[in-house]
């Protein structure tokens, strides 16, 4: 299976400093847009791989290179045998310094827990991000958060709430009024040919929080084959 996915954003209500709300580096977050483009492939049925390139383009400038990532994600056991579907999801990003983060390098690791109860599915995703170069290499772990609820109404529009934040260092979390947490109402759905969206407005709940963030993320799935075969039904990681 492999994918191809664009993630963009616009933040309409931000901060007039770098380094405050969604912007890591010297350049604010007013006004910023944001266009990550993914592109994935099945390793397994279970595992699969992917890269990104990350542009932004700062409020009155042009189009520019901020970072690149690339990730692993999987499942272990198949669908259905846990009473939570469990996944694992790990990260390598690179950033351009120090216009959009002020590390140059970061390790990503999620736990992914996921539930179909009914018409609703109910995601929770723990992010813990370690810096591996930059400023707060010789730190601990970030914790943070991305999680949701989504209504399956129909197939081609669905609403959904979605959860985002971070609270700063695992051992040292910063204070509530300099964290950052949203709150996403969003509707998303399947389209002819393979192509899925989902689109919502953000809106920061504390004050380190940029106040309105917008986002369209589009994905265009086709099934080419994996590159292993299938994994075995007793098996629980690959």
Excluded: C
């Excluded at 350049?27 to 910023?32: D, E, K, N």
């Excluded at 930059?134 to 109404?153: C, K, L, N």
Aim: aromatic share 14%; no cysteine; proline share 4%.
């Amino acid at each position: 299976m492999a994918e191809f996915e664009t993630d963009n954003s616009v933040v309409t209500s931000g901060h007039d400093e770098g380094g405050e709300g969604t912007a890591a580096g010297t350049i604010r977050s007013q006004g910023m847009w944001s266009n990550a483009y993914e592109f994935s492939y099945g390793l397994t049925d279970r595992i699969e791989g992917a890269i990104y390139l990350n542009m932004a383009q700062p409020d009155g400038g042009g189009l520019r290179w901020a970072g690149d990532n690339i990730r692993l994600r999987g499942r272990l056991f198949d669908q259905g045998v846990l009473p939570v579907d469990v996944g694992w999801y790990a990260e390598l990003e690179w950033h351009k310094t120090p216009q959009f983060d002020d590390a140059m390098r970061e390790l990503e690791f999620r736990p992914i827990l996921e539930k179909d109860v009914g018409a609703f599915s109910i995601l929770v995703n723990p992010k813990f991000e370690k810096v591996l170069a930059g400023v707060g290499h010789d730190q601990g772990f970030e914790f943070g958060y991305d999680a949701g609820i989504h209504y399956r109404w129909t197939r081609a529009l669905s609403p959904g709430l979605e959860l985002y934040g971070g609270a700063g260092l695992v051992d040292q979390l910063g204070p509530l009024n300099g964290q950052q947490h949203y709150v996403f109402p969003v509707v998303w759905g399947e389209l002819p040919h393979g192509l899925e969206y989902n689109f919502g407005a953000g809106y920061g709940l504390t004050h380190g929080s940029d106040r309105v963030i917008v986002k369209s993320n589009l994905e265009l799935e086709r099934f080419v084959g994996a590159l292993f075969k299938a994994s075995a039904d007793s098996g629980w990681f690959f």
